[in-house]
C-alpha cells in the first residue's frame, strides 16, 4: 500500500507532493467514487479521479510506487480511462517569437485585450 498523495506525486499526475497534497484536501481526487485524504492507502485496482480545469482524468491503479520515476515507468503503473481532451482545452496559446524584445505599449495593450483586462 502507498500514501494516494505520493503515488499521484510518483506517476507524474502532480508536479510536486505538496501541490498533490493539497488537491486531495481541496477535493479535486476521489477514490473509488469517494472523498479522500492526502494520507489514504491506495491499492492495486483502486479507480482515482483527478478533477483538473475543464476535465475529470480517471486512472487505474496497476502498480504502487512511492519513488518518482521516469515517464515511461510512470505510465506504465496507471491505465488512464480518462475520456478524450475537450477541444477547447487544446487552443493554443499566443507567444511571441524569442528574440523579438520587450513588447511596446501597443503590444502590451493587445495583449491586455486578449486576456479581457479591458
Known sequence: MARLD???WSVRI???RSIATKACKGGHVRCNGGPVKPGQQVRVGDRVEVRQPGWTREFEVVQLLTKRVGAPLA???YVDHS???PAYLSHPVARRDPGAGR???KDRRALDRLHGRR
Request: proline residues 20%; positive net charge; glycine residues 0%.
Open 14 to 16: 502532480y508536479k510536486t
Open 6 to 8: 505520493v503515488w499521484l
Open 75 to 77: 505510465q506504465a503503473a
Open 103 to 105: 513588447p511596446t505599449k
Open 83 to 85: 475520456p478524450p481532451r
